[in-house]
């Protein structure tokens, strides 16, 4: 009996590169993006092994698992725009064919077997559908437009923005309590932690990377409908906004004001903490 399929660790840059290069061009490259820290990527991981063992070992491969921390592996995160944890990318001779974001396991491997061309278990096979549509990198935004958020390895955080569409009040508060849970410290800013886009928020990442806090960040201006939401749901009108395990604490100058007052904030959240 043919080995299964396993979910690859990729440690480097250069790993992943050489490994895609070696890959032969019809072979189906699932690219898993996580964060070791997070907990929903924790059970994604868990999904993807056993999405890896239901396919077997092939020579050339026919498909292959590569799992990538978002935060260590920043350029390749930056190179593929990603902007939330947990993400998979599905790919084939360098061409970007799906993007699943968030914790939904069964789109990941309906999308697999999609694009392998067979039947999910327990599914009906269907024929006479349209080929998949090959997905690629957005353009760039014209000039003076708001960046998207990209994960940076040179900060401690890592971002929780996903795609939008327009929600009702539900679906929006939903998502609202979603993303201020996504990492234990939440930080809800103008741009990035690599790019801020206004003072403030430069400010709150400079205290947050000067006390060795890890952190998720969400860059308010990728999305208006959170930008929007958010103050309502805070009862906050201004930005950045600060959460830590799905509470608000505030903006900067409460943050700044309870560094002042206890030097030992967030200890349970700083980097060394969590690495322990």
Not at 74 to 80: A, R
Not at 139 to 147: E, F, K, R
Not at 211 to 221: D, V
Request: glycine share 6%.
């Amino acid at each position: 009996m043919a080995p299964q399929c396993a979910v690859k660790p990729i440690a480097s840059t250069a790993e992943f590169k050489q490994h895609i290069s070696e890959l032969p061009a019809d072979c189906l490259a699932v690219i898993y993006f996580h964060a070791s820290w997070a907990e929903p990527c924790k059970v994604m991981s868990k999904k993807l092994d056993e999405l890896a063992q239901e396919f077997t070992i092939t020579d050339p491969p026919q498909i292959t698992f590569l799992a990538l921390e978002a935060e260590d592996l920043y350029e390749t995160s930056e190179e593929y725009r990603i902007t939330q944890v947990p993400s998979v990318i599905l790919q084939r001779d360098s061409n970007i064919l799906e993007i699943v974001k968030g914790t939904d396991a069964t789109k990941v491997g309906d999308a697999v077997h999609k694009q392998l061309g067979q039947s999910a278990p327990g599914t009906v096979n269907r024929t006479g559908l349209p080929p998949a549509q090959q997905l690629t990198r957005p353009p760039a935004p014209p000039a003076g437009a708001p960046a998207a958020s990209n994960s940076d390895a040179k900060e401690n955080g890592s971002s929780a923005v996903e795609d939008t569409k327009e929600r009702s009040k539900e679906e929006l508060d939903a998502h609202l309590k979603q993303l201020v849970s996504a990492a234990p410290v939440m930080l809800f800013m103008k741009g990035t932690p690599s790019a801020p886009q206004c003072g403030f928020s430069r400010k709150t990442v400079a205290i947050l990377r000067e006390n060795g806090i890890k952190y998720g960040f969400f860059n308010i201006l990728a999305d208006d409908e959170v930008r929007q939401g958010l103050k309502e749901f805070s009862e906050w009108p201004t930005f950045p906004q600060v959460y830590v395990d799905g509470e608000f604490v505030g903006g900067l100058d409460i943050l700044k004001e309870e560094f002042e007052n206890d030097p030992e904030f967030l200890k349970d959240y700083s980097v060394n903490k969590v690495a322990a």
